[in-house]
Each structure stands twice: as C-alpha cells, then as structure tokens.
C-alpha cells in the first residue's frame, strides 16, 4: 500500500507539474501577443492616417497626391499582411481600402469631368478636348468599382454628355468667328460709307468746292458692287441686315450727290455764265462797229439760253432746290428767280441782236454802194 501511495503521489505531482508548465507557458505568452498588437495598431493608425490625408487631397482635387498616398497604403498592407491579418478588424480594413479604392477612382472621374466642363465655360476647345480623352481612359478603367455606387448614375449622365458639350463649343466658337467676321467686315464697309458721307458733308458746305463728282459716283457704286459681292455671309441675319441698310445710305448717298452737283451746276451758272454774258454786253455798248457787238452779244445769248436750259433742267428734276440762294452781282436771288431772268434777259437780247443785224446789214450795203466821182472844180477866169 506503501509503494501504491508512493506512486500515486509521483504520478499527482506529475500531472501538477505538467499543468503548472502549460500554465506557465499560457501565461508568458499574453506579453508577447500584447506587443504585436501594439505594433499591429501602430500600423492600423498609419494607414487610417493616411486614408484621411488622401481623403483631404481629394476634398482639394488633387489627384495626384492622392494617388501617390493610396499607393502607399496599397504597398504597406501586401508588405505586412502577415502581421495585420492577426488583426481582429483586418477584414474591415480591407473593405475600407477597396472602398476608398473606388472612392479615388469615381474622384479621378468626377474631378476630370468638372475641369472639362471648366474648360468648355471657358471655350477653350483644344484643352477640353484633351480632358475628354482623359476623362474616357479613366472612366473605362474605373468602370468596374464604380457602377454599383448609388451615385453613379449622375456621374455617367455628366460622361455621357462631354461629347455633345464640346461639339456645341466648337460651334459656338464657330459661330463666334463667323460673327467677328461679320462684324469686321461691317466695320470695313462702315468705314468706307463714312468717308463718302464726310466728303458730302463737306460738298453741301461748299458745293462750289467740291470734288470730281463723277469720282464720288464711281465711288458709291464701287462699295455697292463691293456689298453684293460679299457671298460668304449672304445667308447671315446680321449681314443681310446690314446690307440692306448700307444699300439704302448708298441710294440716299447718290441723292445728296446730285443734289450737290446741281448746286454746283447753279452756282455756276451765276458765277460764270451770268457773269460772262453781262461783260459781253457791256462791252458791246462800247462798240461801235454793229458787226463787232453783234458777235459779242450773240455769245451773251447763248450763256443766257444756257443759264435757261440748265436751271431749268435741274429744278424740273428737284424741284425743292427752286428756294437755293445763289449771289448775283452781290445780291441774295433764289434760283426759281434766275431761270425767269436767264429767260428775260434772252429775249431783249435777241431783240438788240435783230437790231445789231440790221445795223451791219445796212453797213454792209453802204459798203457795196458805188460812189460818184467828183467833178473837177472849174478854174476861177
């Protein structure tokens, strides 16, 4: 019974001894867990770290700093998965970083798409056509992590519409040229009728003054041909319009010409003819040779049928001009009055020129006349 005892006790504190070193060795082994996971935790704060400064760039749209900080994280988790796999929430923090993996992706899809449409506010075509090719390589890679997101709908509406967006552009900026163009073109033609109005301006001052008036009319009809010509924007409102107007100032244009000319034309006519045929006149009553005033008078009728003619000829085809003041011999006439005294002045011409013919007539057979010869005196007895 002894010895039975004896080995029982062996045997109990056998048992005890074996436990005792499991315990032992259950109990040394939470320390060494316990500084892994602080370890492991240091390496989850970094990573969180991270995640929200990538966040931040992407608040900022900067891409590429967020790009370069999520490779980062990408890179730290496959280098420590051994040691972050021990973590009891690693599964959670893979989601989150595929999840934010996606949220860069839909970022670099969004943000693209927000400067290309920048870019069309600000009608640069050449960058936005560029950030559309852009936006179409990232939106293709991105596709698959980003069209189960509940707001991916709007985002591909926004895709969808970049390519009508920058075709409208490129229209505008079309429509823009054209309308510089018109507008160029209308300021060109603006200036060339200001010059024609300017030198009538200056006519109607002085008609007496003025220019080559067939110049001026060549000149007019030189920018109406020029405006008719003008093919490329006959379809436009704007130049249609344009145009129109402008014929219409070249018509008034060629309106005030002749108004002009015919001034001058009745200007002249005092200054010249009248002035001429009141010298011719004048000299002939210092003649006393009929032959010699009679030429000098029948050219003061003719500057008097003329001065008749033409005034007559200008205020039929404007009447309005009857009332134009002219000077005569230093007094105010109205040209209606010049046309009764051209006409006046040649009839009693005419009758002095009847009377100046009759004279040389009668000269004339005096000269013909033979004379007597004279008889001889008789000498004184």
């Excluded at 900080?69 to 970083?97: C, H, T, W």
């Excluded at 704007?238 to 000319?261: D, G, H, I, N, P």
């Excluded at 009553?285 to 032959?291: C, N, Q, S, V």
Aim: proline share 3%; hydrophobic share 35%; aromatic share 6%.
């Amino acid at each position: 019974m002894k010895t039975l005892r004896t080995l029982y006790h062996i045997a109990l504190y056998g048992t005890l001894g074996t436990c005792l070193g499991i315990c032992l060795s259950w109990c040394a082994k939470p320390d060494s867990t316990r500084l892994d996971v602080d370890e492991i935790q240091s390496q989850v704060d970094v990573l969180e770290s991270r995640l929200e400064q990538m966040q931040a760039a992407l608040d900022d749209h900067n891409l590429d700093q967020a790009q370069e900080i999520f490779e980062e994280i990408d890179v730290s988790i496959k280098a420590n998965r051994s040691q972050l796999s021990a973590y009891p929430e690693y599964g959670l923090l893979k989601d989150r970083v595929e999840e934010v993996r996606g949220e860069l992706c839909y970022e670099r899809v969004n943000i693209n798409l927000e400067k290309f449409y920048q870019l069309v506010r600000e009608k640069k075509p050449d960058e936005a056509r560029d950030r559309m090719s852009v936006c179409r390589d990232e939106y293709k890679r991105c596709l698959p992590l980003i069209q189960a997101r509940s707001d991916f709908i709007a985002l591909r509406m926004n895709f969808e519409g970049i390519s009508g967006a920058l075709k409208k552009l490129e229209k505008e900026i079309e429509e823009d040229k054209r309308m510089r163009n018109i507008q160029n073109l209308q300021n060109r033609y603006s200036g060339k009728l200001d010059e024609v109005r300017k030198t009538l301006d200056e006519c109607e001052q002085k008609p007496e003054k003025a220019e080559s008036f067939k110049s001026l009319q060549e000149r007019i009809k030189e920018i109406g041909a020029q405006i008719d010509a003008e093919m490329e924007y006959r379809g436009e409102s704007s130049w249609k319009s344009f145009a129109a107007v402008s014929k219409k100032q070249l018509l008034q244009f060629e309106s005030r010409r002749m108004t002009c000319w015919r001034k001058k034309e009745l200007l002249q006519v005092a200054n010249q003819w009248l002035t001429d045929a009141d010298a011719n006149l004048r000299k002939a009553l210092g003649i006393k040779d009929p032959e010699e005033a009679l030429v000098l008078v029948k050219e003061a009728s003719q500057h008097f049928v003329k001065c008749r003619q033409s005034v007559g000829s200008i205020l039929k085809s404007e009447p309005r001009l009857a009332g134009f003041v002219i000077r005569y011999k230093g007094n105010k006439k109205r040209a209606a009055w010049m046309e009764r005294f051209c006409s006046l002045q040649q009839r009693r011409v005419q009758r002095r020129i009847q009377k100046l013919t009759a004279a040389a007539s009668r000269k004339k057979r005096a000269l013909m006349r033979p004379t007597k010869a004279r008889a001889k005196p008789k000498p004184k007895r």
